[in-house]
């Protein structure tokens, strides 16, 4: 048993990947390696959330990656706030009986305003004439100076977008090295595996490549623990699965007249405030928000007419899975393996808002995987990105209007539970004392906890 631990998440690590991994593999060689449960929906934030306070989702209340704030009549994803996360985070437990306890946070999420000794987390710079930088969001203040004359500035657009590739994860395992030493627990994410698994698909031969490049990547942090003695926990949210169906659930909410939407100068803008039912659509899940509940029964035939569409859950769906939150939709539509959930709630093209065809994660309602290609239809698509960009660097407004609105070309999702335990999530561990076959998401917490040697609350 070691004081230090470095807890490793891994995106999209699944047995399948594994086999590729080799320096992963030497962890599960010293300790062992475990099946691991995750949640419904199975995305970063509810699963990241639920590993770390032991809780489900009805619980903390992370139902998703975003959903309707109904106090604020807006859908919002990837807020950033500790606060949203109920529940008690498993340094503060240990803290109860180590005060000093010193913990650093290495983008995993709801960064902001944790109770974390040290903070980096992806924060761009919004300027006031509408451009955006790449930076990062550090506590204390002085580290993020620090990192960008060592490393340069966090590299935004490899973390996601069309440019997405392993420069950001190698940044973010170079900010972890420097940090372990200082820190009785380092919780550091990766996102690699996520690009071209879900662009390719995760048989592809960009899959395998994707693995090895990121296994050599984190390499050096994991001989930095072996060699500092750390016990190192690798984990990964979810396994992604093949995809080759798009399902526009919003578009079949509007044919029926419950969606509205508002139209102004940027084009039609989903109008949360007048519609009967829209969904919060978040790769294989999608929260279906209805105003009236006599319309409940309607909308819930609607969707399970619609084909792709594997499992609408009710208030007793929804409990059965952890997910009956005030946040969850008033439904909760799953969907079937190979298919998943657009945002696109327009019927025409041309009518789409300015910010579909850009990577604008914060003004879309719902996840959009298109974001990872540059449109392969617009045969100029590189040349006006670069026009873009240098109208960027000269300090000019641009709008970088590269991504596709057909949503074919991507290959790989999550969000469903899985089905096939070489697809599902999986931990490994490289203290042997702790052993076992599989570990549930809600004893992520407890098994943290067990190999630094706190106690574990009664549940």
């Not at 970063?44 to 106090?71: K, M």
């Not at 899975?321 to 079937?336: K, T």
């Amino acid at each position: 048993m070691s004081d230090k631990i470095l807890v490793l998440d891994v995106v999209g690590l699944t047995p399948r990947a594994l086999q590729h991994m080799n320096s992963l593999r030497t962890v599960a060689a010293a300790g062992f390696q475990a099946e691991l449960g995750t949640v419904l929906p199975a995305v970063t934030c509810s699963a990241q959330s639920t590993f770390l306070t032991g809780l489900l989702p009805r619980d903390h209340g992370i139902v998703g990656n975003g959903w309707y704030f109904r106090e604020l009549g807006e859908v919002l994803l990837w807020r950033q706030h500790n606060r949203l996360v109920g529940g008690e985070k498993v340094w503060e437990t240990i803290r109860r009986e180590r005060p000093g306890y010193r913990v650093a946070n290495v983008c995993w999420w709801y960064a902001m305003g944790s109770t974390t000794d040290t903070t980096i987390t992806p924060r761009p710079v919004y300027h006031a004439d509408g451009r955006k930088d790449p930076d990062c969001w550090t506590w204390p203040p002085e580290l993020h100076d620090e990192l960008v004359a060592e490393l340069g500035p966090f590299p935004l657009f490899t973390y996601w977008g069309p440019t997405a590739g392993i420069a950001s994860s190698r940044w973010i395992v170079a900010a972890a090295r420097r940090l372990m030493p200082e820190h009785d627990m380092t919780l550091v994410y990766v996102p690699h595996l996520d690009y071209d698994l879900q662009r390719f698909g995760p048989d592809s031969p960009e899959a395998v490549r994707a693995a090895q490049e990121l296994d050599d990547t984190l390499a050096p942090l994991l001989a930095d623990a072996r060699d500092s003695g750390t016990t190192v926990v690798v984990l990964s949210e979810y396994g992604i699965t093949p995809v080759s169906r798009p399902v526009d659930i919003n578009r079949a909410l509007r044919r029926a007249g419950l969606l509205h939407v508002h139209t102004n100068a940027t084009g039609e803008l989903l109008d949360p405030w007048t519609s009967r039912a829209f969904a919060v659509a978040d790769h294989q899940v999608a929260h279906v928000y209805v105003e009236d509940p006599a319309d409940r029964e309607q909308v819930a035939a609607l969707l399970r007419d619609l084909p792709g569409v594997a499992e609408v859950l009710d208030d007793e769906g929804k409990a059965r899975h952890g997910l009956d939150h005030p946040r969850a939709g008033d439904l909760v539509a799953v969907a079937e393996p190979d298919a998943w959930f657009t945002y696109y709630y327009w019927l025409d093209d041309d009518r789409a808002p300015d910010f579909a065809r850009m990577v604008e994660i914060h003004k879309k309602p719902g996840y959009d995987p298109a974001e990872l290609f540059m449109d392969p239809e617009d045969r100029w698509v590189k040349l006006r990105a670069a026009a873009a960009l240098a109208r960027k660097k000269a300090g000019m407004r641009y709008a970088m209007q590269v991504v596709p609105l057909d949503p074919s070309p991507v290959r790989g999702s999550h969000g469903r539970l899985p089905e096939d335990p070489q697809d599902a999530p999986v931990l490994l561990c490289s203290d042997p004392a702790a052993r076992r076959d599989s570990v549930g998401a809600t004893d992520v917490r407890d098994l943290i906890l067990e190999l630094v040697g706190a106690p574990v609350p009664a549940r």
